[in-house]
């Protein structure tokens, strides 16, 4: 069984990240030009505005949208008087602790999608190989997907061990299960170092100055998903391939000769075949081998997907058959929701089975695929109406995010108003345009096929409109304009 990481870097515009596992995508990671990554990013910001409605400050930390900061996101040092706190409350209001144009260290911990400004904090958390340093926070935590109590307790007696300077704690993430004392100090100590440096830096810097910028996409992935199990770690450009080789010499030495440059001439993905298999994230419909298909659908509230039985035979009756197909598309569900990176809520609708052990066999394996994802993820049972819920946290934006925009022409919806239905639409703004008795022309500018429409099929209804109102209606069809577009000019005397 082979685990192999391939880094795609050499487009500027694009930067790749997959891993196979026995020739199958198991993983993939896509940082783009047009959307790059912010999260862990660390600015000066300044508080813009106070909101005590909603117990949050707006903040100003150079980019085009103020990000978003509620007061439990807010450290006590950047309170402006000390405040006796009730028992029964949490946090002191807001308006009493901050004040407008105040100064702060924020991170990015989300990103928002749309016009939604980022989710910041003052908390600073520091990612390594194998912890995280948290200023201000004394917590010393162990990451819950290391489940072997008896590691548990080794590595608690570890970080017990480490000199962690007071005011601040760690958490010790999965990939350190197995790892020694001497392993985890040195990663300690880089994210001291990386600390006491930001702390530095800001004191001389502007405000809005961007303190620390997170690792690119190559460097994250391997901190965050490389394990020992990974066979090789292929790289398609040079100037990536020293920066990785030198990255993986300081956290896991003995790993380095695991880095190789690719050296083929196709393409490094178009080599490994592995394209298809890239395409099929984006698109809204999965093949399962029995014959079956999953069929995805996102809206606002959720992300529905619909399991179809299509022309599968897989056994002596129609049981046995959707069984099959449920349990092939348990599996690939779990696979597709870390490929697209999609969180939020999920629900499945399951083909019904009668048989109740069959469900629960499908429910088991759908959960035991999740734990492959580092993503918390929480579920429900299958419902009397083949429905299954699935929570899945959102780490970051999906992949569809960063290689799609929003069409323009359809406003995201996924169909456009028949030539028709949108040559009716013209002819009643036409009509209520010029009902108000002032107006003397009218001109149109469509799209060719709604012009040529309302031009044969509506030529009588424009007469009429004219006769009655007493205006002059041209229109014009522009080839060029798509679906959708058009221009209405009403002139008044």
Known sequence: MSKIMLINAVDSEEHRIAFLDDGMLDGYHIDTATAQHKEGNIYKGVIEGIEPKLQACFVNYGSNRNGFMPINDIHPEYYQASTQLRKE?????????????QEVLVEIIKDMPGSKGAHLTTFISLAGRYIVLTPGRTI??????????????????????????????????????????????QDLNRLLRLWKNIRKIVKDSPQFSLIHKEDDLSLRTLRDY???????VVVDDKEKY?????????????????????????????????????????TNRVSLKSGGSLVFDTTE?????????????AGKDNESMIFRTNMEAATEITRQLRLRDQGGLIVVDFIDMKDRKNIRNVEKTLREGLKKDRAKTDTASISKFGLMEISRQRL??????????????CKGRGMIMSVEASAVSFMRR??????????TNVNGILPSGVAYYILNKKRNDLSTIEERYKVNIQIESDPQMP???GKLDFVTT
């Open 140 to 185: 010393k935590g162990v990451s819950r997907k290391i489940e072997d109590e008896a590691e548990r307790q080794k590595i608690k007696a570890l970080i017990a061990e480490l000199k962690i300077p007071e005011a601040m704690g760690c958490i010790v993430r999965t990939v350190a299960a197995g790892k020694t004392k001497r392993e985890l100090s």
């Open 483 to 485: 679906p959708g577009d």
């Open 301 to 313: 509230a959720l992300i529905s997907i619909d399991v179809n039985s299509g022309r599968g035979k």
């Open 430 to 439: 036409i009509w209520m345009g010029v009902s108000n008795g002032k107006i």
């Open 226 to 232: 490389y394990t020992s199990d990974v066979t090789e």
């Open 89 to 101: 409350q949490a946090f002191p209001p807001i308006e009493k602790v901050l004040k407008k144009g």
């Open 396 to 409: 970051r934006p999906s992949i569809e995010s960063k290689s799609y925009e929003t069409c323009n022409n």
């Open 242 to 282: 020293k920066k990785i080789k030198d990255y993986m010499k300081i956290v896991s030495p003995r790993d380095s000769q695991k880095v190789k440059l690719y050296k083929e001439k196709p393409p490094i993905f178009d080599y490994y075949k592995i394209e298809k298999q890239i395409e099929s994230i984006y």
